[in-house]
């Protein structure tokens, strides 16, 4: 891989459904999954319960994003994660810290923690990569994946890629593309890979 070697520690600290651990595992990494949510664990624990040859070792904590006290400085080899867009899909039923529970503007706020613990616990000269989109209310586009951008940038971060990635098979494709044609939108069909890097 581009940005990670056999044997690397690779964290995902909004670990969802686990896809990271699982790739992670297979291709000879180790990885710390963290998320706020006890599902999101027990699902992640699930998933990577398989035996594989010279496979990574997995952790899997559940935890804050925004306070990773339990890793220490320059610790992580690369992080790859997809937090929430903002309240666009809520994934709890009101969690303490959910990201995911809140409008747009605090969730900024929010990730501005997540970002500076992320250049806290990553090592130098090694690499960060978040998977984000935008949103879209009341008829206009929010330019959320920039805003994120953004903030990891005025953290500390330097901008290394900007990879654009196709959505396919969406939760909500169904209902969005009846009402792109009812109300004459384009369905917002992308979402952005960033890639940071810590210079200091």
């Not at 790859?80 to 900024?108: E, R, W």
């Not at 806290?120 to 090694?126: D, E, I, M, N």
Request: glycine share 8%; with cysteine.
């Amino acid at each position: 891989m581009r940005y990670s070697q056999r044997g690397d520690l690779i964290l995902d600290q909004f670990v969802g459904g686990g896809t990271t651990l699982v790739e992670a595992k297979l291709l000879g990494r180790n990885s710390i999954g963290v998320d706020i949510n006890p599902e999101s664990i027990k699902r992640c624990q699930e998933k990577t319960d398989f035996d594989y040859p010279e496979s990574g070792g997995v952790s899997i904590r559940l935890g804050d994003a925004q306070k990773l006290s339990f890793i220490e400085d320059e610790t992580i080899d690369f992080i790859c994660t997809h937090p929430p867009y903002a309240n666009i899909i809520q994934y709890s039923d009101g969690l303490d810290n959910d990201l995911s529970l809140l409008d747009m503007k605090v969730f900024l706020e929010k990730m501005h923690f997540v970002a500076c613990e992320s250049l806290r616990v990553l090592k130098s000269g090694k690499f960060c990569a978040i998977l984000v989109g935008d949103m879209r209310k009341k008829g206009s586009v929010i330019p959320l994946g920039f805003s994120v951008m953004d903030v990891f940038q005025e953290s500390g971060f330097k901008l290394k890629e900007i990879i654009l990635k196709e959505q396919h098979n969406c939760k909500a494709t169904g209902y969005w593309k009846t009402n792109s044609i009812k109300y004459n939108f384009l369905l917002l069909a992308h979402e952005y890979l960033f890639v940071f890097k810590k210079d200091t």
